[in-house]
């Protein structure tokens, strides 16, 4: 089993929609916790960091259960600009990272 | 704005080559990384330094080595390519747990 898992996608959804993506992550210790976008051809950027009471960013929303080991991005009112690739972070005792897979999202007109 | 350049952007090589990726940041970071990343795959570990002259081993170092023997300067050698070293490779640095990523450098190994 990987350390941290996503669901490839591609999640293709009409603007406007409202989508969810869930990460899984196996180490029970792991203490910190991300989101990062990633565009076609270009390098993931920081999007926003995960807290245990969840946190809001515009139509951004990121929760974490500790209880099921998954941190989820949920995205309101898609906008075409949207589109890519979604990575979550996992920091680990140690401060080790661990990159999931990614969740790629479409958002069509 | 935190910069992180990298040599390349594309680069073709053949079997058996020693290739030399570098990677500079002009943020003063401590830590510097390289990754590769693979379809599927994501993104994994190849080393990583916490200091000038220091390395530690990630997860998938086998064929690779690094040299950081400046702050803002940190080099990926594969000492001798081989084809299943075609990836993209990723350079990042950070001082607090956001990573900044260079543009990245694709390798094919032919």
Known sequence: ?????????????????TVAFNCTYSNSASQS????????????????????????????????????????????????????????????????LTFGGG??????? | DVKVTQSSRYLVKRTGEKVFLECVQDMDHENM???RQDPGLGLRLIYFSYDVKMKEKGDIPEGYSVSREKKERFSLILESASTNQTSMYLCASTDTYEQYFGP???LTVT
Not at chain 1, 5 to 16: C, K, L, S, Y
């Open chain 2, 104 to 106: 990245g450098t694709r």
């Open chain 2, 33 to 35: 990384f390289w990754y």
């Open chain 1, 1 to 17: 089993r990987k350390e941290v898992e996503q669901d490839p996608g591609p999640f293709n959804v009409p603007e406007g929609a």
């Open chain 1, 33 to 96: 916790f991300f989101w990062y976008r990633q565009d076609c051809r270009k390098e993931p950027k920081l999007l926003m960091s995960v807290y245990s009471s969840g946190n809001e960013d515009g139509r951004f929303t990121a929760q974490l259960n500790r209880a099921s080991q998954y941190i989820s991005l949920l995205i309101r009112d898609s906008k075409l600009s949207d589109s890519a690739t979604y990575l979550c972070v996992v920091i680990s005792a140690g401060n080790m």
């Open chain 1, 103 to 109: 969740t790629r999202l479409m958002v069509k007109p």
